[in-house]
């Protein structure tokens, strides 16, 4: 006697077969986990099932006990089945990779090494990464923090084409598997369906906000709260309705692209964000660099050595609390918006590049609580601001950066051509812009008094003049003010000689800085 069998070579038809019937399911089983499997089944269903074994019995002249028996066997082989199938739906976990003792020891060297952040970006470079050493850096930095008790994070800002997914995907290959999640689209409740404890830690690499508008809000709570809950109706196997709670705990670390800045607004506030560089000396190196690929001239094996050793470098990170001594001498500029948020931003960034240090740090342990805790040292402060200038610079700005690069490459033009006069027919020539595209940059500088219209009217076109010229080199002396201010205001305090504000020496603090006379 042959053992009953559920085959299900093709999922949309199921077969349950034994010596006395054979069963075929079409249209297989839901996929969908929100809801009860019981509750949708119609096996499930009393009257129904009753009403099934009843007319086979009839039909085929066979016991409704024998029947009743081959359906229950069924239900039950079709609860493994579906049971079975939604595990394999799941995203595979990641075994934690251990590292060996001569993987170990080269990672612990390599954080203990002179120059750690520029050894770090030249390593970065080297696995791929073109141009954008500054963004890559802070990227690479920003996913470090998913190891922290409150993480940052990123968003890629730029239009289509300039390769912020691209520069997304790269430095996110920097990071261990097991640590992180790429998510191209989700639905509103997917985020409450992952295991309770799933997504402590991890990177998620959203290639487009856009595909993930539906997620907006639990991902908002996830990185502000670190937690997220949600509250829904279930019937228990009796059919009797019931509440149940799904918690989902972070912390995460959260990282996303989109062309539309102000559309993400709420999201944006909570995140460093990166502007990409859409220079034609960039787009230059690209290409020379797709040339080089195309032509086997690029040493891949190499790339990806250098990709592994990156990884093992993530992975001995520890957890540490960190403490920042000069937090409270931090200040920001006036003119910067949403000054709270920002100063949180910056705090956050600072005590990342600490943690990133952690080998090179005496580790101490609070008296009053026995806690242990690394220092922030000025060195890190001074490396944080350097990065982070162009940041602090955005955030000062009122135009978003579509519209200053956009005006930006205006004043450019203009004065090529010697004027301070323009139509808006000559500009979109010149520029190589949509219509819709240039008459939103015009409407906003008008606004915000950057243009002004001086003659014309809509049916023969206006004429604006420029009538601020030095906008963005004041708000950049201002950045640059602020970062040798903050340094030398908390070096004024302890006693020490001011450090100098030059990129070189940050990602080098190897080199001598020279006292003031």
Same mark, same amino acid.
């Given at each position: 006697?042959?053992?009953?069998?559920?085959?299900?070579?093709?999922?949309?038809?199921?077969?349950?077969?034994?010596?006395?019937?054979?069963?075929?399911?079409?249209?297989?089983?839901?996929?969908?986990?929100?809801?009860?499997?019981?509750?949708?089944?119609?096996?499930?269903?009393?009257?129904?099932?009753?009403?099934?074994?009843?007319?086979?019995?009839?039909?085929?002249?066979?016991?409704?006990?024998?029947?009743?028996?081959?359906?229950?066997?069924?239900?039950?082989?079709?609860?493994?089945?579906?049971?079975?199938?939604?595990?394999?739906?799941?995203?595979?976990?990641?075994?934690?990779?251990?590292?060996?003792?001569?993987?170990?020891?080269?990672?612990?060297?390599?954080?203990?090494?002179?120059?750690?952040?520029? =050894?770090?970006?030249?390593?970065?470079?080297?696995?791929?990464?073109?141009?954008?050493?500054?963004?890559?850096?802070?990227?690479?930095?920003?996913?470090?923090?998913?190891?922290?008790?409150?993480?940052?994070?990123?968003?890629?800002?730029?239009?289509?084409?300039?390769?912020?997914?691209?520069?997304?995907?790269?430095?996110?290959?920097?990071?261990?598997?097991?640590?992180?999640?790429?998510?191209?689209?989700?639905?509103?409740?997917?985020?409450?369906?992952?295991?309770?404890?799933?997504?402590?830690?991890?990177?998620?690499?959203?290639?487009?906000?856009?595909?993930?508008?539906?997620?907006?809000?639990?991902?908002?709570?996830?990185?502000?709260?670190?937690?997220?809950?949600?509250?829904?109706?279930?019937?228990?196997?009796?059919?009797?309705?019931?509440?149940?709670?799904?918690?989902?705990?972070?912390?995460?670390?959260?990282?996303?692209?989109?062309?539309?800045?102000?559309?993400?607004?709420?999201?944006?506030?909570?995140?460093?964000?990166?502007?990409?560089?859409?220079?034609?000396? =960039?787009?230059?190196?690209?290409?020379?660099?797709?040339?080089?690929?195309?032509?086997?001239?690029?040493?891949?094996?190499?790339?990806?050595?250098?990709?592994?050793?990156?990884?093992?470098?993530?992975?001995?990170?520890?957890?540490?609390?960190?403490?920042?001594?000069?937090?409270?001498?931090?200040?920001?500029?006036?003119?910067?918006?949403?000054?709270?948020?920002?100063?949180?931003?910056?705090?956050?960034?600072?005590?990342?590049?600490?943690?990133?240090?952690?080998?090179?740090?005496?580790?101490?342990?609070?008296?009053?609580?026995?806690?242990?805790?690394?220092?922030?040292?000025?060195?890190?402060?001074?490396?944080?601001?350097?990065?982070?200038?162009?940041?602090?610079?955005?955030?000062?700005?009122?135009?978003?950066?579509?519209?200053?690069?956009?005006?930006?490459?205006?004043?450019?033009?203009?004065?090529?051509?010697?004027?301070?006069?323009?139509?808006?027919?000559?500009?979109?020539?010149?520029?190589?812009?949509?219509?819709?595209?240039?008459?939103?940059?015009?409407?906003?500088?008008?606004?915000?008094?950057?243009?002004?219209?001086?003659?014309?009217?809509?049916?023969?076109?206006?004429?604006?003049?420029?009538?601020?010229?030095?906008?963005?080199?004041?708000?950049?002396?201002?950045?640059?003010?602020?970062?040798?201010?903050?340094?030398?205001?908390?070096?004024?305090?302890?006693?020490?000689?001011?450090?100098?504000?030059?990129?070189?020496?940050?990602?080098?603090?190897?080199?001598?800085?020279?006292?003031?006379?």
């Amino acid at each position: 006697m042959k053992p009953n069998k559920l085959t299900t070579d093709n999922p949309e038809l199921l077969h349950y077969i034994t010596d006395r019937l054979h069963i075929t399911v079409l249209g297989g089983i839901k996929d969908n986990k929100q809801n009860v499997f019981r509750h949708n089944v119609d096996l499930y269903n009393t009257i129904q099932t009753s009403q099934l074994i009843e007319r086979v019995s009839e039909f085929l002249s066979i016991t409704t006990e024998e029947v009743n028996q081959v359906i229950t066997e069924l239900t039950t082989a079709l609860e493994v089945y579906r049971t079975e199938h939604l595990e394999s739906l799941k995203p595979k976990v990641q075994e934690k990779i251990q590292l060996t003792e001569s993987q170990r020891k080269a990672a612990v060297s390599f954080l203990k090494s002179p120059g750690l952040l520029e =050894q770090t970006k030249q390593l970065i470079a080297q696995s791929g990464i073109i141009g954008e050493e500054t963004n890559a850096l802070i990227a690479y930095l920003v996913y470090t923090s998913r190891k922290r008790t409150i993480p940052l994070h990123l968003m890629c800002l730029g239009a289509s084409g300039t390769g912020k997914t691209w520069l997304q995907e790269k430095v996110g290959e920097l990071m261990p598997e097991e640590d992180k999640l790429e998510i191209t689209t989700l639905t509103a409740n997917a985020f409450y369906y992952f295991g309770k404890e799933e997504l402590k830690h991890k990177l998620f690499l959203i290639e487009d906000l856009d595909g993930a508008e539906n997620v907006m809000y639990p991902l908002r709570e996830l990185q502000s709260k670190r937690k997220i809950s949600k509250t829904v109706t279930l019937k228990d196997s009796k059919g009797n309705m019931k509440t149940m709670t799904l918690n989902v705990e972070g912390p995460v670390c959260v990282s996303g692209c989109t062309t539309r800045e102000e559309l993400y607004e709420d999201n944006a506030n909570r995140c460093i964000l990166l502007y990409m560089d859409n220079s034609k000396e =960039q787009d230059d190196r690209i290409m020379e660099y797709q040339r080089k690929l195309s032509a086997g001239h690029i040493d891949q094996s190499e790339q990806n050595a250098v990709k592994e050793q990156l990884k093992n470098v993530q992975r001995i990170l520890q957890k540490v609390t960190v403490r920042n001594p000069y937090a409270t001498y931090l200040k920001l500029p006036d003119e910067v918006f949403k000054p709270r948020r920002t100063m949180w931003l910056l705090l956050l960034f600072i005590e990342t590049v600490t943690y990133y240090h952690q080998y090179q740090r005496e580790l101490k342990t609070d008296v009053i609580t026995g806690e242990m805790f690394i220092e922030t040292t000025l060195a890190d402060i001074e490396a944080a601001l350097t990065l982070l200038e162009v940041t602090l610079l955005k955030k000062s700005d009122e135009l978003n950066d579509a519209c200053r690069n956009f005006f930006e490459k205006l004043k450019a033009w203009l004065k090529l051509q010697g004027t301070e006069n323009f139509y808006s027919k000559d500009i979109r020539s010149a520029l190589r812009l949509s219509h819709s595209s240039m008459q939103r940059y015009l409407a906003e500088l008008e606004k915000l008094n950057y243009i002004k219209i001086i003659r014309g009217n809509r049916y023969k076109g206006f004429e604006y003049k420029v009538s601020n010229w030095n906008d963005l080199e004041q708000l950049q002396n201002k950045s640059k003010e602020m970062i040798v201010g903050v340094l030398e205001y908390i070096q004024s305090i302890i006693g020490n000689p001011p450090v100098t504000h030059n990129s070189n020496e940050l990602l080098n603090p190897q080199k001598k800085r020279k006292k003031p006379q």
